[in-house]
């Protein structure tokens, strides 16, 4: 099972800052992608209208994806730092491959915690002649961009967040992240938003198994008919979340910057297109 590659390696280098990320977006967009299917939304009755066009639902809860959809791990060259294939003297695309989109030791499934241990792996079966310190090098540097992406998130995106809660609608995240991509997670400002965060390591399942989506709406109390999932549609979470009986929107703007080839795939299995988050939450009136 393939999963997105998270870590931004080999990608277009962008600057962070402490308000937005470069990913700042131009103006706010949606897109109804098919008919809707009605939500029974119990907790509020209210649509929203965009325009006079298509009734926008108000869900009673939203499970978000985490990477690309709230939060962006930098690029090395965004924060000085060396890429990891660098580091190790291996072939980029193939690091990636076998780290991240291949997950060939199940890091997502919780199966290996160590992170100096799955790069000894991986980086040794492209590269025998890698060193230890090369190793633990590109360790620390992983740790470190994941850090600064965990922990400088947008403020429009905190803002957003803040809005659904304040209108009462329940939030829960779900995400496919092995332990050692969630460096610096006990310390964002995302953490404190969410009461429930399911991660795919703890539960041995990952997206777009309906069980993961299950879990996270039996946590917080509501059906799948009343919720939305929002995500950016790596590891075809799209799918998974509407089989799961909810309805999916695709949140399009970090993915755009690291991987815009991939947007039009990505519509297949999605109800709504929102550029990001906040102009999701604008669209809903909140």
Known sequence: MSSKAIDGENRPSHKLSADRSPLTP??????????????????????????????????????????????????PAAVGETPISEILDVPGREWNRLYYEEDILGRALGRTKDDIGAIRIIARQLNPRVTEEQIRAAATSRRRRFELGLTRIEAAML????????????????????SDDLFGWEVSPLR????????????????????????????????????????DGGSDEHRGARAAGMQAVLVTRMLGVYYPERIAERRVHADWEFEDVPALVDALGL
């Open 26 to 75: 131009k103006g706010r967009s949606y897109t109804q992608l098919r008919p809707s299917r009605i939500l029974n939304v119990a907790s509020t009755q209210e649509n929203v209208t965009l325009g006079g066009m298509r009734v926008l639902p108000r869900p009673a809860a939203i499970l978000f994806d985490l990477f690309h959809t709230l939060a962006c791990v930098p690029t």
């Open 192 to 231: 404190q938003r969410f009461e429930t965060a399911l991660f795919s390591y703890q539960l041995g399942i990952r997206k777009p198994d309906p069980r993961i989506y299950q879990h996270a709406l039996e946590a917080i109390g509501v059906s799948a008919g009343d919720a939305f999932f929002v995500g």
């Open 159 to 178: 803002d957003a967040l803040d809005r659904l809660r304040s209108a009462g609608v329940q939030i829960a995240l779900v995400s496919d992240a092995g």
